[in-house]
């Protein structure tokens, strides 16, 4: 494979706007060993990558190409562990943090942070699925160690984490609450099989109640710390609460009482997870769900390296509608 000595990339050189977001021609990295260049087809965008622009990510060093994921086809691998042309996925282990990430034509990023998929997917859709899953699975599976059979509810159902949650939730037979701040958006939940549709305006407990008076099994926050409270009083004595997302973009609690924060014998706990997390065989079965029609992915526009401002502006604003992807 022939590889050019520079790229397209989108560079960060300080928090700032959206604008502050610039394509520039930079040089192509070389791979060293234990590391593996991509020939980057598309890129998923993450509030991860929101919080690195507004400067509220830890340990990110500037100037910086974002994007902790991408997905593409191996352009160099200098320890052979995978082979030239492979069709792979790439995501966390500090990428568009620690060195440069996916908002780019290439990307070089270490071989633990790679898994090589068998799919015909077009690239849009497979740009959209391996942080996503990667974070829905870790929080069903580690995170609330959810089993078949019990209640769900997820705090932000509409974000792209929540939808594909709700899609493997459903998958494991569970019964899927999801909350929206917008009821014009119900379609979009019970499209990926949510049962019951929760108007957010700031308290669901009560409404989560109505449906399952006990308290729910699971809950997934993912708004943040504001909502927090009002989910943990969703849950059920010896449910479990999982923090995973941050669309507030508030991360602490303020003066934080163990005893009277926590309702009695609810269970909390916290998810960030890693490549390591994702099995391969599951990121494999999830992929031919979709290319046979078993499972949906949760999509939201696909922008152009040149339109990352716009996407960044949309991802802000809470208007996505599913998982936003940019290809080079």
């Known amino acids: 494979m022939s590889i050019p000595h520079s790229m397209r990339a989108v560079v960060l050189d300080a928090p700032g706007p959206p604008e502050a977001l610039q394509v520039r021609e930079i040089p192509v990295p ?22 690195t622009r507004l400067g509220l990510a830890e340990g990110v060093t500037f100037p910086r190409v974002p994007g ?7 352009a160099a691998c200098p320890g052979g562990e995978f082979a030239e042309g ?7 282990g500090g990428m568009g943090r620690q060195f440069d990430g996916g908002y780019a034509e290439y990307t070089s990023v270490p071989v633990s942070q790679v898994l090589e998929v068998q799919t015909d997917l077009d690239d849009a859709v497979l740009g959209a ?5 990667q974070t829905a699975y870790g929080s069903l599976t580690v995170g609330l160690d959810a089993q078949p059979g019990e209640s769900l509810l997820i705090r932000g159902g ?23 701040r917008d009821l014009a958006r119900s379609d979009l939940l019970t499209g990926v099989g949510v049962d ?69 014998g609810v ?10 997390d994702l099995p391969r065989d599951v990121l494999q079965g999830f992929l031919d769900d979709v290319a046979a029609g ?9 922008f152009r390296l040149d339109e990352i401002a716009e996407a960044h502006r949309l991802m802000e604003e809470g208007h996505a509608g599913g998982k936003l992807v940019v290809v080079p």
């Open 30 to 51: 070389t791979p060293g060993p234990g590391r593996v260049l991509i020939r980057v087809t598309a890129s998923g965008l993450n509030r991860s990558e929101l919080h």
């Open 68 to 74: 902790i994921e991408a997905t593409g086809y191996v």
């Open 86 to 92: 492979a069709r792979v996925v790439a995501m966390m």
């Open 129 to 133: 699925i391996p942080e996503m899953l």
């Open 158 to 180: 509409t974000s792209s984490i929540g939808l594909a949650t709700a899609v493997l939730a459903k998958q494991r037979g569970m019964t899927v609450l999801a909350t929206t």
């Open 196 to 264: 019951h549709v929760v108007l957010d305006d700031g308290a669901v407990a009560d409404r989560v109640r109505a449906i399952v008076p006990v308290g729910v099994d699971r809950a997934l926050e993912l708004v943040g710390t504001p909502t927090l409270p009002d989910t943990l009083a969703a849950v059920r004595v010896h449910g479990v609460a999982c923090v995973s997302g941050m669309l507030s973009n508030v991360w602490t609690v303020p003066e934080f009482s163990v005893i009277d924060y926590l309702p009695r």
């Open 267 to 276: 269970r909390l706990a916290g998810y960030g997870g890693d490549a390591s």
């Open 294 to 302: 078993r499972a949906t992915v949760p999509t939201g526009r696909v």
